[in-house]
């Protein structure tokens, strides 16, 4: 069966320090990754989204980044955080629209 | 662009009673997907109903039901016998190629 591994489920980090969040899927191949981020009580926003290795689509322009080194991982990155960049982040992965997604736990980011 | 429209922030109910979540979307698609998505406290985002655009039937899991009127674009869930254990946001949202397009969210709590 199908897993999603996402990481860590939380995170503080100091205005200005580096980011990497790792979002990796078991028991698929190609699956299409997504991005998402939530404010508290709010609804998500699309971040980034890959549906092959390599390939980035941005929907947001934005503090961050994010990155396919291998089919079934998927990173979001920052340089720099911004007080701004924190929020509940979520990795999704779907084998074909007509499923849906199927998310990770979450990240809990909080940038002081 | 797809829009996804959930007009009711929050609802509540009385345990064991029916509620009603209404969704509304926007699309010129004719093959398209519709699903639910709770978000619990714990802010894993689980599936919780499907409906398939060319279907007529509309989709039932347990006490889920949808009432899916393709002219109209709605697509509303129905949760019978209402449990502590729905209390939740939730998330309705459409598919169609890679993506899916969320609605903002309606709170659902459920009094005891």
């Known amino acids: 069966s199908q897993t999603i591994h996402q990481w860590p489920a939380t995170l503080v980090q100091p205005v200005g320090s580096p980011l990497s969040l790792e979002c990796t899927v078991e028991?698929?191949?190609?699956?299409?990754l997504y991005w998402y981020r939530q404010a508290a009580g709010r609804g998500l926003q699309l971040l980034f989204y890959?549906?092959?290795?390599?390939?980035i689509s941005s929907e947001v322009p934005q503090n961050l980044s994010a990155s396919r080194p291998q089919d079934r991982q998927f990173i979001l990155s920052s340089k720099k955080l911004l007080l701004s960049d924190s929020g509940f982040y979520l990795c999704?992965?779907?084998?074909?629209?007509?499923?849906?997604?199927?998310f990770g736990s979450g990240t809990r980011l909080t940038v002081v | 662009a797809q829009t996804v429209t959930q007009s009711q922030p929050e609802m509540s109910v009385q345990e064991a009673e029916t509620v009603t979540l209404s969704c509304t979307y926007d699309t010129s698609e004719s093959d398209y997907y519709l699903f639910w998505y709770k978000q619990p406290p714990s802010r894993q985002m689980i599936l919780v109903i499907r409906?398939?655009?060319?279907?007529?039937q509309n989709a039932t899991e347990n006490r889920f039901s949808v009432n899916f009127q393709k002219a109209a674009k709605s697509f509303s869930l129905k949760i019978s016998d209402s449990q502590l254990g729905d209390a939740a946001m939730y998330f309705c949202a459409y598919g169609a190629g890679n993506m899916l397009t969320f609605g903002g969210g309606t709170r659902l709590m459920v009094k005891p």
């Open positions: 409906q398939e655009a060319y279907k007529q």
């Open positions: 890959s549906v092959g290795i390599g390939q």
């Open positions: 028991g698929t191949s190609n699956p299409n």
């Open positions: 999704a992965w779907s084998g074909g629209i007509g499923y849906g997604y199927t």
